[in-house]
């Protein structure tokens, strides 16, 4: 099944475009669009969600109203690949106290409300105090030949695998961009299942290195969020909620996303070497 059925409402023919740029003037931008977007989840009961800013990978093209959220990594000492999952706060929302897991990571405010559409704020992966030991896991059908030909589902990420990032390519648009895999995080056990995209790329790692014209914000963010040229995001499209996919269809050239994460559902395009600011409306947790 690709798409959820638990859905942004239907397009109204005008474009939700609530996609944000990093700086003052484009964060306040953000609010102003991000006001029109607010939809009556905000007054269901629940746990946390509301007005939530996230760093995300940039859409570019396509119907999805914003980018995908990052999650940010971290490596064990034996060279396995884990998402942060933050410390589980009490925090006061609405006059309910509620708990979030949240942290302040690179000039930015890192929550379990990034992930927290979609569905996905259903799932008990994304309760705060889920005990999950974080690591990126292969998933059982993956889209690349090199996953499958060394991993099963359920596999954990290694660095190791990831040797040759600044050659990779797969035949679909350009080579030496990064190294993909696709797999779930805090899904063991569970009944729902986290889709997560990772790429190795050098591309990550010479603005996380300060080595190219990116904002500062942006340098700060990258910096304390991806490791060895590592970067993740949940992999849910933000239109409706389908599960797109970096290089790993020729015809995603059609639609300028050969060399981008593309949405098959509706040509959603996504530039995971374009980080981002984004505000939206999170879901509240179902009690
Ligand atoms: S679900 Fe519509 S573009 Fe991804």
Not at 52 to 63: K, L, V, Y
Not at 65 to 93: A, S, T
Not at 208 to 217: L, P, V
Request: net charge negative; aromatic share 10%; glycine share 12%.
């Amino acid at each position: 099944m690709s798409a959820d059925e638990d859905k942004y409402p239907a397009e109204s023919g005008r474009r939700r475009f609530v996609k944000g740029v990093v700086g003052g003037a484009g964060l306040a931008a953000v609010g102003t669009t991000g006001a029109v977007g607010i939809n009556s989840a905000t007054q269901s009961p629940g746990s946390g969600g509301g007005s939530t800013t996230a760093m995300a990978i940039e859409n570019t093209a396509g119907p999805a109203p914003r980018g995908m959220p990052q999650i940010p990594v971290e490596i064990d000492d034996e060279g396995y690949l884990k998402g942060v999952w933050p410390e589980v706060k009490e925090v006061d929302q609405g006059g309910r106290t509620i708990e979030v897991a949240q942290t302040d990571m690179g000039g930015q405010t890192y929550s379990s409300e990034w992930f927290q559409y979609c569905g996905v704020e259903s799932y008990q992966g994304i309760v705060p105090s889920y005990e999950s030991d974080n690591y990126f896991r292969s998933d059982s059908g993956p889209a690349y030949d090199w996953q499958s030909e060394e991993l099963e589902g359920g596999d954990r990420l290694n660095v190791d695998m990831f040797e040759n990032y600044e050659e990779w390519g797969n035949g679909v648009g350009q080579a030496g961009l990064g190294k993909p895999a696709t797999g779930r995080w805090r899904s063991e056990d569970t009944e729902n299942t986290i889709p997560i995209q990772v790429i190795r790329s050098p591309i990550i790692e010479d603005i996380a290195n300060g080595n190219t014209d990116a904002e500062q914000s942006i340098v700060d963010w990258l910096s304390a969020s991806t490791q060895k040229g590592f970067i993740a995001w949940l992999n849910k499209c933000t239109h409706f909620c389908c599960v797109p996919g970096y290089k790993q269809t020729q015809s995603s050239a059609s639609f300028g996303g050969e060399d981008g994460v593309y949405c098959a559902c509706h040509q959603s395009v996504y530039d995971p070497f374009s980080i981002v600011q984004t505000l939206f409306v999170a879901r509240p947790r179902p009690d």
